[in-house]
């Protein structure tokens, strides 16, 4: 029997950042025993915050 190979011109969608999110909320909330909304919510609203103190190069 023959091993069938994948054809290499074989793409796939990019993930977009909502389920990279999403999938990174749920792996860390199985780890920490949190709800996933909760630690969605947070990885949300963090984005900026965490630099606010930085200013930019000019």
């Known amino acids: 029997m023959a091993i069938k190979q994948k054809s290499p011109n074989t ?3 990019k993930p977009n950042r909502k389920a990279i999110r999403r999938a990174v909320a749920s792996s860390t909330a199985l780890e920490t025993g949190q ?5 969605e919510s947070k990885l949300r ?3 900026l915050d965490k ?3 930085l200013a930019l190069a000019d």
Request: proline share 7%; no cysteine; charged share 30%.
């Open 11 to 13: 793409s796939r969608p």
């Open 35 to 39: 709800s996933v909304e909760a630690v």
């Open 45 to 47: 609203g963090n984005r």
């Open 51 to 53: 630099f606010r103190h």
